[in-house]
């Protein structure tokens, strides 16, 4: 939602290898091979040598060419949509906000190279937490962190079964494929001041 990585190197590697573009995504992102990452119990490496050890199989055993397109992916640049954050900054000077994310280890550099730590009163981080979304347990302590009960909270993302998990909880759920989403999902609070908005 607020992230977003630049695959294209990774898509012409792909092609020149003569691998169907996203083949190293949906290895690198199967549940057996992510969630282990997300819940901080292994490194960026491992990662890459967990989608090696998948995607030499599709590459004839070319495990220098599969390594090769897995840290492609794992060091893929990225940045922040600037709408979107610009939409959370203003949504946070009238309610708390935190940021709940299925992330590595690593998110708190990420958060810094993006100029983003000041975003959010509280990030709960899947890694740190040990707990990832659509896990209930993810959404109970983001609650606990903005200090109001699951029911006066507002849940944003951009796949439907964590959305599904936090309304479960008796959230307010919206599903975010542009910032036009989000900044209804927002009303009022996407405005510089609640008593502005149209």
Not at 5 to 17: K, W
Not at 93 to 98: A, E, N, Q
Not at 186 to 194: C, I, S
Request: a negative charge.
């Amino acid at each position: 939602m607020i992230r977003f990585y630049d695959t294209a190197p990774l898509a012409a590697l792909e092609q020149a290898a003569g691998l169907p573009v996203g083949t190293t995504m949906d290895i690198a992102y199967a549940p057996e091979i992510d969630l282990p990452l997300l819940l901080g119990r292994i490194t960026p490496d491992a990662w890459v040598d967990a989608i090696t050890d998948q995607l030499a199989g599709r590459l004839g055993g070319d495990t220098d060419l599969a390594r090769t397109l897995g840290r492609a992916l794992a060091s893929a640049p990225f940045r922040a949509d600037a709408e979107v954050v610009t939409l959370l900054r203003r949504a946070r000077t009238h309610v708390p906000l935190v940021l709940v994310t299925n992330a590595t280890l690593q998110l708190e550099d990420d958060l810094a190279l993006l100029g983003l730590t000041d975003l959010a009163d509280a990030v709960v981080s899947s890694a740190v937490e040990r707990v990832a979304k659509p896990d209930p347990a993810i959404y109970r302590i983001a609650a606990e962190r903005a200090g109001v009960p699951a029911e006066r909270c507002l849940f944003v993302d951009d796949r439907q079964e964590n959305i599904d998990a936090a309304v479960a909880l008796g959230m307010t759920g919206a599903l975010h494929r542009e910032p036009a989403d989000l900044r209804r999902a927002l009303g009022p609070y996407a405005y510089e001041t609640a008593a502005t908005a149209p």
